[in-house]
């Protein structure tokens, strides 16, 4: 009878001390849960901050992108009419507005720290982390790689090809040199280069490549206001 009021003693204890330890693994793994959720929701919204900002910059671009796209066309629509639709003055107006052209650079430094501190792997939405790799890996690679074969036609071929066809004398000073978006101070009209098929290329180039850049700007627009949406549902959960 006392042996057996004995081993009813050590389950009793033995079990305690099993709960005590379950109970206490399991607080921990609670709260370590918790804290991660935590960390990483908060990792979500300065991304989602991050891409609001990205967002307004796309919408400029875009609008630039409209602005030259216009341009460019007038100047052909005048090429096309023999030079009847544009003065002289008005083309060149036309042209230094086509050179006005930024390309959009996305802010990656959250998205990086998500992945390398593995908080991406915690989202817990499958579009929206589908979303995420996509905008700052797939597209922001089409995006690098679009804007520096569009840098290197303009600003090596097109740009240094057009000042000496028209003389261009630039106002060089600052960032603006750079970019050579700066004014134009004096030309000298060249109608028989402004109606050759180099220069039309030159135009129908211009053109293609503003084209493509702003569906490419749009399609980062919907992918990015798509998941800034998903980010605020993920949070909430």
């Known amino acids: 009878m006392e042996k057996s009021n004995t081993l009813i003693k050590y389950i009793i204890e033995g ?44 919408y400029s671009y875009i609008a630039e992108k409209e602005i030259i796209l216009k341009s460019w066309n007038l100047i052909r629509d005048d090429i096309d009419s023999n030079h009847k639709i544009l003065s002289d003055d008005e083309f060149f107006n036309e042209y230094q507005k086509g050179q006005v052209g930024r390309t959009f650079m996305s802010r990656n430094g959250i998205f990086n720290q998500m992945i390398s501190t593995g908080n991406i792997e915690l989202i817990e939405n499958y579009k929206l982390k589908n979303n995420l790799i996509e905008i700052f890996n797939h597209l922001r690679a089409r995006n690098e790689s679009t804007s520096n074969l569009i840098d290197k036609i303009v600003y ?80 909430k959960k």
């Open 15 to 58: 079990s305690i001390v099993f709960l005590s330890v379950f109970l206490s693994f399991y607080i921990t793994d609670v709260n370590r849960e918790k804290n991660m959720k935590e960390r990483k929701n908060i990792l979500l919204k300065d991304l989602s901050n991050s891409m609001i900002q990205d967002t307004l910059q796309i």
């Open 156 to 235: 090596t071929v097109n740009i240094p090809l057009i000042d000496d066809k028209f003389r261009i004398k630039r106002n060089l000073y600052g960032e603006k040199a750079l970019t050579a978006t700066n004014k134009i101070e004096s030309y000298h009209f060249n109608k028989s280069f402004y109606l050759s098929n180099r220069f039309y290329e030159v135009i129908n180039n211009s053109l293609a490549y503003s084209s493509y850049y702003k569906v490419l700007l749009e399609e980062m627009l919907i992918i990015y206001r798509e998941s800034i949406i998903l980010i605020d549902l993920e949070i």
